[in-house]
């Protein structure tokens, strides 16, 4: 996971979904700095009137900024806009890549500021990865298993929302003796022993699926697939009208 996603990583919206997935089996980083090297914005906006913390840039809580970054260097903007959240620039790299291969300025002290300053507006956004939702002692207690053979920020996202949901939902019991199989250097010893609740999550994991064991299409899977092979149900949602047309389409129906 990537701790931010700005103007650089936004481009990933001009090409084919097909690419975005691939993009993830190789190297995403420098995929986002080719990506931009072919397409590099002349204008780059980042809308900061609500941002995302947490479990970004999907599963996250809204985070009331009420600024606007622009610039006409994409880097540049990136850079301000993760110190804005209390990011140093150098931690996302994608953003490193793009300034080592100069794409762009991401040194703040050499950047021109107009309007508020960064200290004016400046908010630590809170952060939440993998290993973090691991240590939740309702998640320890419920018997799950994660085996990681070098799995990508997608599915590490994916897995830490669906525990970060079960555990703030009191629905743990889903996961309950899951035993999760990500990555795609699965190793011999990780495939012995697979039963009915083994997940072999993504579609990289599909070459060691045989007959046993739940297989997860996607790269990364749609957590609502996951949820759905899980055994969950429309009751699990709570009140789900607002979104019945969007779980229909996953399958699930009303109980
Ligand atoms: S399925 Fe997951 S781990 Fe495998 S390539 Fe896709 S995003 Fe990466």
Redesign the pocket.
Known sequence: MFPVSLGLKNMKGVIHENDK?RF??LDLAQCIVDLNKLVLPRLTIIDGTIGMEGLGPVYGNPANMGIIITSYDTVAADSVGSAVMGIGPMETEYIKLASEQGLGESDISKIDICGATIKEVRKKFKRISLEDVLEYPEFKDCGTTITNR???????A?ITSLISDAVKSGRTGRLKNVAFL???MLKPQDLKNIGDRTVF?????RKYWKDKGIYIN????HILNVKKALGYTTEDFGDFSFMRTHLEKFGFKDE
């Open positions: 997935q993830h089996s070098g799995a990508c920020s997608g599915c590490r994916v990500m990555g795609q999550f993504g579609r990289c994991t996607g790269c990364p899977p």
